[in-house]
Nanobody, 113 residues
């Protein structure tokens, strides 16, 4: 399974970005977005499960939305009202139906104040 991310960049505080993660193909338990800021551990941002349910980190609830396009095997993260503390490398993760974990290469999101 390969995960290809896109959509990161530099944005001003209050702005929006949309991240995309295209999977080469797998039946999954969930796909999600995680992020890692300098000097911090990688943390969950949002996940979407095969049945369609989602969960979010408290810090992004109401600002970020995870969605998917099954036909394109792609998961999206719409990020709005961005804050400087959202600055991090964002990674796409896929948890396969048999429990294997796959990560994308990461995409940088920088929010300037």
């Amino acid at each position: 399974v390969q995960l290809v991310e896109s959509g990161g960049g530099l944005v001003q505080a209050g702005g929006s970005l949309r991240l995309s993660c295209a999977a080469s193909g797998s039946i999954y338990q969930y796909m999600g977005w995680y992020r890692q800021a300098p000097g911090k551990e990688r943390e969950l941002v949002a996940r979407i499960f095969s049945g369609g349910s989602t969960n979010y980190a408290d810090s992004v609830k109401g600002r970020f939305t995870i969605s998917r396009d099954n036909a394109k095997n792609t998961v999206y993260l719409q990020m709005s009202s961005l804050k400087p503390e959202d600055t991090a490398v964002y990674y796409c993760k896929l948890k396969s139906i048999i429990g294997r974990t796959y990560w994308g290469q990461g995409t940088q999101v920088t929010v300037s104040s």
